[in-house]
């Protein structure tokens, strides 16, 4: 028996004196908020109304029951508005700040679809670790090395001439001691400064006998992408995005690397519930390329 429902019925029909009235003010038809009444009679053992007249008239014992059915119906109205306040509630995500305005959008559009309303706040790896644990997200996208990660986004190496080879060597960039300044760079962008990323990079770098000038960390993508697009400088990136700049795309021929993320929730948070929800809109706002896997350790979604 619709317990809820079947108070609802009795408490409206009571105020309104009448069985069609009470049931059209609930929205149930008059057959339906009968047997809802009668239910609940035979569910008390108890008649809740006196129908000897024209008029709904109520028993002693539906008087005693009156004040409980309202506390119940206002009760369950109340846990509804909640609900529904709860699902209207803005989800805050931290994301990456390098993706597009259209990618962006593109994600909230697409938890709208799944009945989740984000506030998405953008920045650095580091900003949003922060913004994570000091509360002020529920979620983020964090960066993760590739075995730890959901997704990753292959990088190599873009530049304005094409490289006419289907890798680029960092060895080719070495100078001389008689090559003058400036000698040519490979710039890291804010997202890829990262120890999974840049560590192995400088690592290559001493190797290869690399001046350590020749790795440049940017202050912000502007600064790597103007630096790129008037020399002969190299930007660690995306295809998507070499693509969206008009650069030439290659892989680095002496080392594999990739923008790694995982979703990092609240204590109060499940992260494989929000991927099974939010996964497949992710992966299209990280942008062409992007790969999905289920990270070491984790079940998966």
């Known amino acids: 028996m619709d317990l809820v429902g079947a108070c609802r019925a009795f408490v409206s029909v009571t105020e309104r004196g009448s069985f069609t009235m009470g049931a059209a003010a609930v929205r149930m038809s008059q057959p339906v908020a009968s047997r809802r009444i009668a239910a609940l009679e035979e569910h008390f053992g108890e008649r809740l109304f006196e129908r000897t007249s024209r008029r709904v008239t109520l028993s002693p014992f539906g008087r005693d029951m009156l004040p409980a059915a309202r506390r119940l119906v206002q009760t369950a109205d109340t846990l509804l508005h ?24 593109r994600l909230v559009a697409d938890a709208r679809d799944q009945e989740v309303i984000l506030d998405l706040q953008t920045g650095t790896p580091a900003q949003r670790t922060e913004l994570l644990r ?55 962008q804010p997202e890829d400064d990262v120890p999974h990323i840049r560590d ?21 993508p502007t600064t790597a992408i103007a630096e790129v697009l008037c020399t002969s400088d190299l930007l660690l990136c995306p295809a998507a995005q070499a693509d969206e700049l008009g650069l030439d795309w290659r892989p680095i021929g002496e080392i594999t690397l990739s923008r790694g993320y995982a979703l990092a929730v609240a204590a109060d948070g499940n992260p494989r519930h929000v991927q099974e929800r939010l996964g497949g809109a992710i992966t299209r706002c990280l942008g062409p390329g992007t790969r999905t896997s289920t990270p070491r350790g984790a079940a998966a979604v």
């Open 82 to 105: 909640e609900a529904v306040t709860a699902k209207r509630k803005p989800w805050r995500l931290a994301v990456p700040g390098n993706c597009s305005t259209g990618s962006l959008a």
């Open 134 to 188: 000091s509360q002020q997200v529920r979620a983020a996208l964090i960066a993760a090395p590739a075995d730890e990660a959901a997704w990753s986004v292959p990088l190599g190496l873009a530049g304005t001439a094409a490289a006419g080879a289907r890798l680029v060597y960092l060895d080719t960039l070495r100078a001389g001691r008689a090559c003058p300044d400036p000698v040519r760079k490979v710039w890291i």
């Open 200 to 220: 192995p990079l400088t690592r290559l770098r001493d190797a290869l006998g690399l001046r350590p000038v020749q790795l440049a960390i940017a202050a912000d």
